[in-house]
């Protein structure tokens, strides 16, 4: 597959904005939808519009089928040891507030502590802080290097008898780094502590297995590859889940209800409160075959070479400061979040908008780690597979004509 078949694949791209065609580079905030997702979503309103798990009639018999279906296309694609490990929810956020409340609740308590990565999005933060405010824990911060590297070197120092977690991202959304999983994992194991993976960023980039990377939990969303809004998955072993309570109550999450008290439902569905995202679940299947077409055409596509050019063209130039450095840029994701002195970030992006290209600027949900670098934002731009090399000089280009004018 080529980067112009790919493209057909993605009707988003094909517009122009202010007269100029649309240079998509904010692919970490949301990616394109694939046509796979957007005709399976309108199959499932017009076709299939029955409530899951509910009623015996074909309708809603060919609706749970779909959603189910998806859940057994999810745990394959991430390698999980059965689709009884996947839990829909509406997103990372949503799977991580799961794991705050159910787990976090039942299990972290007065003078326990969790460890937390200083790279991590708020939502990987707040429903921690919320949790430690009513449950008077201690949040403990895994700091990173100026490189934005993550100090995995003193993660063994941090834990001790009162850890009760580890919460870090497979690849942060602003500094574009994969971090060291594998190694991280089997610290926090060798000493007994579970370990939350926020694999929002990860996912859409690198082929995961949970089961071999041994992670308790892995959150990750459907709209950052190429699946519909609204969507997402909570990952967690097995034998973890049942230990968890419910996090919300409702329909279908039910074993028995009485005055008297009530029972719950196995997993997944003790977690799945309520009537769920019926015709948008059934897009994570489309999408993730062609993320796993992409990732059997890699050398037919360009994304390599935008890593490698981009990455060249920011870091040798003196005007700006490219957060998430690295020798090896095997280790990195096509984001690249920088400064560039004497010019605010979002005056940049408003100029780039005006030459059609769409960039993140801001915060990007990380204002600790803003602080960490003494910045209040910084201007990203996120490559995906559908991206072309001549966008990525285009946007160099239009960069340095941006930063001649506001400097
Ligand atoms: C690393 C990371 N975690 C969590 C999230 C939150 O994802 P969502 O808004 O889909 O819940 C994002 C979104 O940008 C992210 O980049």
Known sequence: MTVKELRKQFPGLDREVYGKPLIYLDNAATSQRCLGAIDAQADSAAHHNGNTHRSVYALAAEATRAYES?????????????????????????????????????????????????????????????????????????????????????????????TKLVC???????????????????????????????????????????????????????????????????????????????????????????????????????????????????????????????????TALEIAEIKKYVYDALSSDERIVLRGTTENLEEKVPLFSFSVKGVHHEDLALVLDKMGIAVRSGHMCAQPLMKRFGVTGMLRASFAPYNTLEEAKCFIRALDKAINMLA
């Not at 799977?95 to 787990?103: E, M, P």
């Not at 009513?134 to 003193?154: M, N, Q, T, Y």
């Not at 194991?189 to 370990?195: E, L, M, T």
């Not at 892995?218 to 973890?240: D, E, N, P, Q, W």
């Open 70 to 162: 998806a859940r057994e296309r999810v745990a394959k694609f991430i390698g999980a040891s059965s689709p009884e490990e996947i839990v829909f929810t509406s997103g990372t956020t949503a799977s991580i507030n799961l794991v705050a409340s159910s787990f976090g609740g039942k299990f972290i308590g007065p003078g326990d502590e969790i460890i937390i990565a200083e790279s991590e999005h708020h939502s990987d933060i707040i429903p921690w802080q919320l949790l430690s405010e009513r449950k008077g824990f201690k949040i403990v911060v895994l700091p990173v290097e100026d490189s934005g590297k993550l100090r995995v070197d003193a993660l063994k120092g941090l834990i001790n008898a009162k």
């Open 168 to 298: 870090v991202a497979q690849v942060s959304n602003v500094l574009g780094l994969i971090n060291p999983l594998s190694e991280i994992i089997s610290i926090a194991h060798s000493q007994g502590v579970p370990i939350l993976v926020d694999g929002a960023q990860g996912v859409v980039h690198q082929k995961i297995s949970v089961k071999d990377l041994d992670c308790d939990f892995y959150a990750f969303s459907g709209h950052k590859m190429y699946a519909a809004t609204g969507i997402g998955v909570l990952y967690a072993k097995k034998a973890i889940l049942e230990q968890m309570p419910p996090y919300m109550g409702g329909g279908e999450m039910i074993g028995d209800v009485s005055w008297e008290g009530s029972t719950y439902a196995d997993v997944p569905y003790k977690f799945e409160a309520g009537t769920p995202n019926i015709n948008s679940v059934p897009t994570f299947v489309p999408a993730i075959n062609l993320l796993e077409d992409i990732w059997a055409s890699e």
